[in-house]
């Protein structure tokens, strides 16, 4: 299937602008929901290793409409002259690219999904949007686990040499301040990751992702070695066992893979992922939002 792309304006605070790859020449029925990539950090919309360029087109190839778009102050779109904070202004400029979506064909669900903060950005907005079906999230904010120690540290303590290492160090350091007063660093630390990320409270993050469950939003979650915190298939679901995720929540890990997937193999494997949950969402009736149903 060949595909069309057009750049699309919108915003009231900023001018917004993206790139909407459509299914042939635009005018083709869609087979699934429209997916909207979100910014990662400071990078525009090409996406990480131009992930969102491959990813947009890919999609758009299997006949997934896809919406790639700036926020304000990133890429091409303009900053906001109001006082948001980027969280605020993050899920509300996603919501007016939904608005305009359904403006200029009429869709009313959609898929989200983004790298880091734009899979933030994907889990906030859905949260409070009723629209978004489905939501796909690469090193998402997750929590640490039992097993996520486990393997942290068992390879460490359990390889041949790692206990006789240990005992030379410390014999040393002894060595060392019998005959100076300085301290030597404590080599036997394990590194921490060097990426520092706000993550809210487990509770407070299994209360959002339960709405999601309720609401039976499929959600993908791609977790990479990059980040620190997550080192395990299935540490995601185990960290909130009190979600009732179900079978719309699938968790993968790419062993090996760096944050922004700059190997082509890891990042193709990640576009596979997106292609099978992409076409799973329908373009269907949205399943009311806990605010609009206490409304």
């Known amino acids: 299937m060949t595909m069309v792309e057009q750049v699309v304006r919108f915003g009231t605070a900023a ?3 993206g790139i909407l790859t459509e299914p042939g020449d635009g005018r083709e029925a869609p087979v699934a929901a429209p997916v ?3 910014n990662s950090g400071i990078l525009h919309k090409v996406g990480a290793c131009r992930l969102y360029v491959t990813l947009a087109r890919r999609l758009a190839a299997a006949g997934v409409p896809t919406l790639r778009f700036d926020l304000s102050g990133l890429g091409d779109s303009d900053v906001r002259r109001d006082a948001l904070g980027f969280e605020e202004s993050a899920v509300a400029e ?3 690219a939904m608005d305009h979506l359904a403006t200029l064909r009429g869709w009313d669900t959609f898929q989200l999904a983004g790298l880091c903060s734009g899979a933030d ?3 906030m907005t859905a949260v409070v949007d009723a629209r978004v079906m489905a939501m796909a999230s690469i090193d998402a904010r997750t929590h640490l686990t039992p097993g996520f120690w486990w393997h942290n540290y068992a390879p460490k303590l359990l ?7 240990l005992i030379r160090r410390r014999l040393a350091r002894r060595a060392a301040t019998a005959t100076s007063d300085d301290t030597l660093p404590d ?3 394990f590194e921490l990751p060097a990426y520092v990320r706000e993550i809210p409270p487990r509770d407070a993050l299994a209360a959002e ?4 469950a309720t609401r039976q939003v499929q959600m993908l979650y791609v977790f990479t070695d990059g980040l620190g915190f997550y080192n395990h298939e299935g540490q995601h679901r185990r960290a909130f066992r009190d979600v009732p995720f179900g079978s719309g929540m ?3 890990h790419l062993r090996g893979a760096d944050h922004i997937l700059t190997d082509p193999m890891h990042q193709q494997r990640t576009v596979d992922l997106h292609l099978e949950w992409a076409r799973r969402t329908p373009l269907k009736p949205a399943v009311p939002a806990l605010e609009q149903v206490n409304a």
């Open 209 to 212: 992702l339960r709405i999601l």
């Open 94 to 96: 996603t919501r007016e």
């Open 159 to 165: 390889a041949p040499g790692t206990w006789p290492e």
């Open 121 to 123: 950005v994907a889990h």
């Open 15 to 17: 001018a917004l602008n």
């Open 36 to 38: 909207i990539l979100l």
């Open 250 to 252: 699938r968790e993968c």
């Open 187 to 189: 080599e036997d630390a």
